[in-house]
């Protein structure tokens, strides 16, 4: 996040709006060593989807000779929950702190205003585009310097990796009072452009477990989660990193997949067991491994998080196609976000591949890339 | 196996009959050591299901003036593979070697005729059955002494544990050339009187990966595999066993249902990933934990094999009431096997339970219980 830190300004009466972007995770992130100030097991390394077509905005506005906070979500007033309110306190404290900010511009009233322009329930992970912003608006208003992903961390785990933009590492740390578990960028945005991200919505209408209540089970009951996070992952980490970083689509695509179905294998393996991927989540997947054996080389990978939704990646070249696939096997004709040229699909693989076409389980599909993280949009201390 | 070596009879003209049961893992077996030989990577348990609703039935009839071996399965001929040969060699072999048969005898030729009492296809573990069931013939038609367990786990590798009746551990051994990687009887099936399987047939039409060569690619490419068989295997078998000997059903289902999803967990790791369990298969397994946190107590289990049907297991007591909930929840109305004496279904799980009925997924269920190994049924000289 660029500092952008408005001296001359009190903070009082002044208005900031903050974007913040979704973020997916291509080595997972499940389990906390610490439930309380959320540290977690290993290690996570994620992309930052541009802000362009998901973003959560926050507006914050100071209201001095008040003590009141009040939070609106999506046009909704919502109680401050105690993450929420932990949050604002940490910003708070670290703005006086920093000397940026003084005792009666961090008491003073606020309202906060967040929206997000997709569905929250479509499972995108809204909290953790919401937390990035809240904590970015809280920063600028502030003034406070430097990184805030421990902060954000404290809001909401993964949501610390949608403060960077680019390729971000979180790091578990190893401070008992988790101040160096905390994410950083590997890479920004412009490292490798030609990646772009599909995200598959797919009907679920299975109630499922929170990630919260679901990896503190998998804590609890999974023998397997403890040799991955202790022995797999870190080695993972590494690759994944010197994949980005050659941006060796194929390495990155096979260790994106093995990861995803490793996180799911100890979703499995929690007793008693948690299943988010559903038969079209199968779908789609076993799709991505008939298509890239047809290509002869990975050519799409897939990842799912505490969902159904399929994401996928692939290089600019190969959108066209893939969209051509996706049609063709569930039928879709809804595709938001960049505009595709032209769809298309090889006979090759649409003979074969389209056989069996499921209708009515993918809602739409979104088209977008990687892009940047959170950041100011407005500051206004006129108002 | 009981020894009933007629030892008086040269074996040339006899005509014996066998018949050998299905096996269901509690402790699961998934990959070898060794391919050819079939050495498993770890130990499992089993219990044997009663020949009385599924068994494998095997006729041998020595042709003497012929070394032809003609092979029929269900009525239809069929080529003898590579792992039949090698059964039959073995078991000629071995009869030289105990000197129980002369050359003259094991020269001979033979007319195998095979059937299975219920669907090959229905994926119940028929190969193990037959196999079990042809060394059976092949001991009782040479006379070989002591325990065929070895040379059954050759020709298809948890067959090995359809020699023996009740709770049978097959052991993974620690030769080089497997000859102690034979099962053995923990208990029989008189030990535990009460236990009840119930088979739950779903429907399923799609095409699933062989266990052989899936087990093949868990192996290459999945890095829980290796911690499972090393690390939780071996103490998972020594509590199983102890659940078994104390009867203590909670702790018994409790270990079989972490086992089986441990399994499929694995499968989920391999790379590209197995999917055994569909969509039927989770809505069991979840009624199951339903029914379960209902009662307040482990009161049925389930396990999974390479396949989507379930196999349930319960006490005698509580069939009707598991019998009642498939049939509210599933629609079902074909029970085969023993007869369920009142189909009853409380109210407390009727009205929250069976909620959602989900029809036309489930073919039938088969109720049955343990019962005793591979057997002789029919040894006749004069023919």
Redesign the interface.
């Known amino acids: 996040m660029d500092a952008l830190i408005d001296e001359t300004s009190s903070g009082l009466g002044r208005v900031v709006t903050c974007v913040a972007p979704v973020n997916i995770a291509v080595v997972k992130y499940w389990g906390k060593t610490n439930e309380d100030l959320i540290i977690p097991l290993n290690d996570s390394i994620s992309l930052t989807l541009s802000t362009e077509h998901l973003r959560a905005r926050t507006t914050i506005k100071t209201i001095p000779q008040s003590n009141d906070i009040t939070f609106e979500l999506n046009g909704v007033t919502e109680k401050l929950t105690k993450r929420l309110s932990r949050a604002i306190q940490l910003c708070r404290e670290e703005a006086v702190r920093q000397n940026t900010a003084t005792q009666e511009v961090v008491s003073a009233g606020l309202t906060i205003i967040s929206d997000n322009n997709f569905p929250t329930a479509a499972g995108l992970a809204s909290s953790a585009a919401g937390f990035a912003c809240l904590v970015c608006a809280l920063q600028h208003l502030y003034g406070i310097q430097g990184d805030v992903s421990a902060i954000v961390r404290q809001g909401s785990g993964s949501a610390c990796r949608s403060v960077f933009g680019g390729f971000v590492r979180w790091a578990k740390g190893h401070r008992e009072d988790g101040n160096d578990s905390i994410a950083r960028q590997l890479f920004p945005a412009s490292h490798w452009p030609e990646l772009r991200v599909l995200i598959v919505v797919v009907s679920d209408h299975k109630k499922e477990t929170s990630s919260t209540k679901g990896m503190q089970t998998t804590v609890e009951t999974s ?2 989660l403890k ?2 996070t202790e ?2 992952v870190p080695k993972r980490c590494e690759d994944m990193e010197r994949a980005i970083e050659k941006r060796d689509f194929p390495s990155f695509a ?1 260790l994106t ?2 990861d995803s ?2 996180f ?3 979703c ?6 948690i ?1 988010y991927l ?2 079209t989540s ?1 779908e789609i ?2 799709l991505c ?1 008939d298509y890239n054996q047809k290509k002869g080389a990975a050519t799409v990978a897939y990842s799912f998080d505490a969902g159904a939704n399929a994401f996928l990646f692939t290089l600019n070249k190969s959108v066209p196609e893939i969209c051509g696939l996706l049609q063709a096997r569930f039928g879709v004709t809804d595709f938001k976000g960049d505009p595709v040229s032209d769809f298309c699909l090889h006979e090759e693989h649409g003979s074969s591949i389209s056989g069996s076409k499921t209708k009515d389980v993918v809602k739409y599909v979104i088209v977008t890339k990687v892009g940047e993280g959170a950041h100011l949009v407005e500051n206004d201390t006129s108002s």
Request: no cysteine; hydrophobic share 35%.
């Open positions: 023998d397997l040799f991955r022995v797999v096979e997949m093995r179905n490793q799911h294998a100890t499995l393996d929690t007793y008693p067991p299943f559903n038969s199968q997947l076993m491994h």
